[in-house]
């Protein structure tokens, strides 16, 4: 059983910074790619940020210059560190990672955190 656990969201003012993690805990025997998602009601799901295994990023041009992803491989962790926050950023992030599960298949699986909301406002 794998788990991902998101934390550090809240409120922040226009212009402030956040940093969100998300923890992958579990059965794993590799992470493919990890990346960050957010949710707004009525919109679609929107990538925000994502990292391969190879370290390559990718960011959503709204968010470019101002959002950094990384990850810690000994710890399974991922984090988006948020500066500049706009009141546009405001939405319930969520955690997704691509899994290998074991050594004697090569079948990867996804998987999604429960999410943690981020609010900008004044």
């Known amino acids: 059983q794998v788990q991902l656990v998101e934390s550090g969201g809240g409120l922040v003012q226009p212009g402030g910074s956040l940093r969100l993690s998300c923890a992958a805990s579990?059965?794993?025997?590799?992470?493919?790619?990890m990346g960050w998602y957010r949710q707004v009601p009525g919109k679609q799901l929107e990538l925000v940020a994502s990292?391969?295994?190879?370290?390559?990023?990718n960011y959503a041009d709204s968010v470019k210059g101002r959002f950094t992803i990384s990850r810690d491989n000994a710890r399974n962790t991922m984090y988006l560190q948020m500066n500049s926050l706009k009141p546009e950023d405001t939405a319930v992030y969520l955690c997704n990672a691509r899994i290998r599960l074991s050594a004697s298949s090569n079948s990867i699986y996804n998987y999604w955190g429960q999410g943690t909301q981020v609010t900008v406002s004044s």
């Open positions: 990292e391969t295994s190879g370290s390559s990023t």
């Open positions: 579990g059965n794993i025997f590799s992470i493919n790619a």
